[in-house]
């Protein structure tokens, strides 16, 4: 089969592919036919080697698979497996042994286990989660870390209430999840946008307030007034958007800290400005599980803009980097 292999921080360009054996499932495995997968920004993060230094990086070094979201079917099974069989469409989880609790393990797809970016592979049976006959692969293949992101985001730390409101930053994949999760939960939406196609794009996601913040400097204020203060806002830029998001909120509001578009993450300002900040760090398997659930009982279908082929994974990769695209980038890996 074909693989995808990369050194954290050699770039995009440096990307292979490769013709990879691959052996039977052992014991407690299940060997999955991978059918797509969908590009997270914490990939361009390893390619770029934006956080590279002391501690590693995200991979930890040497050469590693990238992605962690991606979706296909069991084809085998080894000894001892019962949670999934032959057949089942299934997704491997974030970090391949958090199942439960706040703890995560560091076993996390594309970072420091290998990824998804692969036509055949075996996972730990136990973590994988089925998905459902309402999500096609590549919408499910959205979900491991831009979908979770967005849920965790909503409903861990301050769960969110019928009729409050979210403020998304951009049309990435994690804010456009957080936009749906949001508008099925019964909360409105702020999005905003440097670009207002992609603007146009939302509202008819259900958008009920779009913001160009390119050509409007104060979208924080309307923001607050046009919400009465804002109750959880999706931060994916980091800290030099970190004023602007706490002059939007609601004295009860939160910002959910999970980007660095831009710069330094927000969290990293804890403590110096008076709002709440909660790190996002993805989720676990029960939480994956409890959004996926909730995306099919409510017609959720995750956007993916548009996909490439394994063989133009790098083409795929300087997509995602352009920023030229709206909700996900996939890949295709028939």
Same mark, same amino acid.
């Given at each position: 089969?074909?693989?995808?292999?990369?050194?954290? %921080?050699?770039?995009?360009?440096?990307?292979?592919?490769?013709?990879?054996?691959?052996?039977?499932?052992?014991?407690?495995?299940?060997?999955?036919?991978?059918? +797509?997968?969908?590009?997270?920004?914490?990939?361009?993060?390893?390619?770029?080697?934006?956080?590279?230094?002391?501690?590693?990086?995200?991979?930890?070094?040497?050469?590693?698979?990238?992605?962690? +979201?991606?979706?296909?079917?069991?084809?085998?099974? %080894?000894?001892?497996?019962?949670?999934?069989?032959?057949?089942?469409?299934?997704?491997?989880?974030?970090?391949?042994?958090?199942?439960?609790?706040?703890?995560?393990?560091?076993?996390?797809?594309?970072?420091?286990?290998?990824?998804?970016?692969?036509?055949?592979?075996?996972?730990?049976?136990?973590?994988?989660?089925?998905?459902?006959?309402?999500?096609?692969?590549?919408?499910?293949?959205?979900?491991? +870390?831009?979908?979770?992101?967005?849920?965790?985001?909503?409903?861990?730390?301050?769960?969110?209430?019928?009729?409050?409101?979210?403020?998304?930053?951009?049309?990435?994949?994690?804010?456009?999840?957080?936009?749906?999760?949001?508008?099925?939960? %019964?909360?409105?939406?702020?999005?905003?946008?440097?670009?207002?196609?992609?603007?146009?794009?939302?509202?008819?996601?259900?958008?009920?307030?779009?913001?160009?913040?390119?050509?409007?400097?104060?979208?924080?204020?309307?923001?607050?007034?046009?919400?009465?203060?804002?109750?959880?806002?999706?931060?994916?830029?980091?800290?030099?958007?970190?004023?602007?998001?706490?002059?939007?909120?609601?004295?009860?509001?939160?910002?959910?800290?999970?980007?660095?578009?831009?710069?330094?993450?927000?969290?990293?300002?804890?403590?110096?400005?008076?709002?709440?900040?909660?790190?996002?760090?993805?989720?676990?398997?029960?939480?994956?599980?409890?959004?996926?659930?909730?995306?099919?009982?409510?017609?959720?279908?995750?956007?993916?803009?548009?996909?490439?082929?394994?063989?133009?994974?790098?083409?795929?990769?300087?997509?995602?980097?352009?920023?030229?695209?709206?909700?996900?980038?996939?890949?295709?890996?028939?």
């Amino acid at each position: 089969m074909k693989a995808a292999t990369i050194v954290e %921080g050699q770039g995009i360009d440096a990307i292979e592919l490769r013709d990879v054996d691959v052996a039977p499932p052992a014991p407690g495995e299940a060997q999955v036919r991978l059918h +797509c997968a969908t590009i997270n920004f914490r990939d361009l993060i390893v390619a770029k080697g934006l956080l590279i230094p002391s501690m590693g990086g995200i991979t930890g070094g040497g050469t590693r698979i990238p992605m962690s +979201c991606a979706a296909g079917v069991v084809t085998a099974v %080894g000894e001892g497996v019962s949670r999934v069989k032959p057949g089942d469409r299934v997704s491997p989880i974030f970090a391949q042994s958090w199942f439960h609790g706040r703890d995560p393990t560091m076993d996390m797809l594309g970072g420091m286990a290998d990824g998804v970016a692969r036509q055949i592979a075996n996972f730990s049976a136990e973590g994988l989660v089925h998905n459902p006959d309402e999500l096609g692969d590549l919408e499910a293949a959205t979900f491991a +870390c831009a979908g979770l992101t967005a849920w965790n985001a909503l409903f861990l730390a301050r769960p969110l209430q019928h009729g409050e409101w979210v403020l998304c930053h951009g049309t990435g994949g994690v804010s456009l999840a957080a936009l749906q999760f949001a508008k099925a939960h %019964g909360a409105n939406v702020i999005l905003t946008s440097s670009s207002d196609a992609k603007l146009r794009r939302g509202k008819a996601l259900g958008a009920d307030v779009t913001l160009n913040y390119r050509t409007d400097p104060d979208w924080a204020a309307k923001a607050r007034n046009a919400s009465g203060g804002v109750h959880v806002v999706i931060d994916v830029a980091g800290a030099e958007q970190l004023d602007d998001n706490v002059s939007a909120l609601a004295p009860d509001g939160l910002i959910s800290a999970i980007g660095m578009l831009g710069s330094a993450f927000s969290w990293t300002r804890i403590g110096q400005v008076q709002a709440q900040i909660v790190p996002v760090n993805v989720g676990n398997r029960d939480e994956h599980e409890a959004m996926v659930a909730f995306a099919a009982k409510h017609g959720i279908r995750p956007v993916v803009d548009v996909v490439y082929d394994l063989t133009r994974i790098h083409d795929a990769f300087r997509h995602a980097e352009s920023g030229q695209f709206f909700g996900k980038v996939g890949i295709n890996l028939y």
